[in-house]
């Protein structure tokens, strides 16, 4: 049993109330707790030791990269980050400096996104460091923009480029917020993910979600210069389609409306790049399309129980 | 550095912004959503195995305590629950089963809690399970029942028995939702919180944050039959002022609605004590009063680094 399948089986049958307008399963959870005009986005993302960062990783870059996490989802949902609570499990022996410094990271891409840190918890975790954030942000009201709302004939956008994440970008990359909100507000956004798992599965939980397919160009799709360098290693095709923790948007608008979101897109925001990497068919799965012909995609993402 | 001077250091300089009502440092934060006539509050609590749960604990009472821990939080805000969010750090093996059962038990307070669970995240964390719950609950606008509310002359509560949860309680306690919130609608409440580290050091959470002192009278704390029952371990007294994990009720009102209260209580709440213990009064610190005389308690609570 994989992370997904376990999560499948324990989100089938939870406790709900009358505020929840979208449970477990997407990036973010929405309740409507009587904000006028908006829904609350709940949230919790950890990093561990070990499997998100080493011991060796500058502890300000842990902080950053736990709220960066969060905020990714937040961005995913085109909402707007509100406040946070900090959550250290410590190892028996631990700095005060280092741990002073995780929050040194973490506060200032708080202030950067004007989200308020409200508290939190220490505990003890004696092998390893864990660290999770909780997160509350708000969105308007309206349609909100899940997972499950990819249809067929939508074209499929990524921002920025991707694969080879972990030769650094997973600790700098900078949360899509503002681009999310832009695009929201000025286009028909119809499904949207933050790319968490890689591209191949991140697709693919949209594709679940939605009861759809995808055909991708293969010519299209962003391969970062980081995936190229490390060519040797991994192809940096599959590493663009498998790796983890890109923390770019993964979005399907109208087809009608490709073109003038890429004009307006390039006047906006000219120093992030913006693809059309293929559309939303009927049927499921991924079809990969190149010159030579096109073949069903095998490739998942990431499964961290895998 | 302790638990307490770590917390201290740690949040001192947090970024804030217009949504914060109350911060770091009570059992919630309380943020001002615009909900009409409401607070969110905010909270997030963790149990980590080895530490607030063994490996024979039985798996469901696992979940119900992460669950009730944080639903404790709540009520020492005289709030209403609404949503959590789980987050799982599983060990490198683990039982689908396992993990299933402690959703069980989780779901199940849940439910009587009118809680929804929406949602979460499973991640790794391979030598232990790490458990950590987010909540939002809402209170009514207004004065909020914070730790800082204490004043010379108040009379200080308790709700149940203390000492000895370790005996089982801290596996089954009832988070005080309903006894806080008609604490809170029919009395004035000036200063609450629940005693998860035990009454010294929990009052003297209240005392520094309210920049006063106590006198307790040793004859009136409720000592529980647990306690005494495992007074060969540990003299029931001291167990009752320094065991952890009571998830009980402190809290003041003025010494005029005293005895009004004890009456209103009984008939409300039959089956639960509830005790006066002693008073607020000016200064630091917490004077013990018995038959022979005032001394000073230099005991603290329990202090997770200490």
């Known amino acids: 049993m994989n992370e997904f399948e376990l999560i499948a089986r324990l989100t089938k049958s939870l406790p709900t109330n009358e505020t929840v307008s979208t449970g477990a399963g997407d990036d973010c959870a929405l309740l409507d707790l009587g904000v006028p005009g908006q829904l609350i986005l709940f949230k919790t993302d950890a990093v561990v030791e070990g499997i998100h960062f080493t011991r060796e990783t500058p502890p300000e870059k842990i ?15 085109a ?37 308020a840190i409200v508290g939190g918890e220490t505990t003890t975790n004696p092998e390893r460091l864990f660290l999770s954030i909780a997160m509350l942000g708000t969105v308007p009201c309206g349609k909100p923009i899940l997972r499950s709302g990819a249809k067929a004939g939508h074209a499929i956008f990524v921002t920025g480029e991707l694969g080879g994440s972990l030769a650094g970008k997973h600790l ?18 119809h499904a949207m993910i933050d790319l968490s798992d890689g591209l191949a599965g ?48 993964l979005f399907t608008v109208a087809s009608q409306d490709a073109v003038k979101l890429l004009d307006a897109w390039k006047k906006k925001f000219p120093k ?19 010159q030579t012909g ?13």
Chains 1, 2 share one sequence.
């Open 63 to 77: 902080g950053r990269k736990a709220l960066a996490r969060c905020l990714s989802d937040v961005a995913a949902m």
């Open 79 to 115: 909402g707007t980050p509100v406040a946070a609570l900090v959550t250290l499990g410590l190892p028996g022996k631990f700095e005060p400096e280092f741990i002073g410094r995780i929050y040194d990271g973490l506060n200032a891409l708080a202030e950067k996104s004007g989200v």
């Open 172 to 189: 700098e990359f900078e949360p899509r917020l503002e681009e999310a909100r832009w695009l929201a507000g000025h286009f028909g956004i």
């Open 202 to 249: 991140d697709l693919r939980h949209v594709l679940k979600a939605s009861g759809v397919g995808a055909e991708l160009l293969k010519s299209a799709i962003p391969v970062s210069r980081a995936a190229k360098m490390r060519a040797r290693e991994k192809p940096p095709f599959a590493a663009a389609l498998t790796d983890g923790e890109d923390f770019e948007l």
């Open 272 to 290: 992030l790049k913006l693809s059309c990497i293929g559309k939303i068919v009927a049927g499921d799965g991924i079809i990969l399309r190149d």
């Open 294 to 306: 096109a073949s069903r995609l095998e490739t998942h993402g990431y499964a961290h129980f895998a």
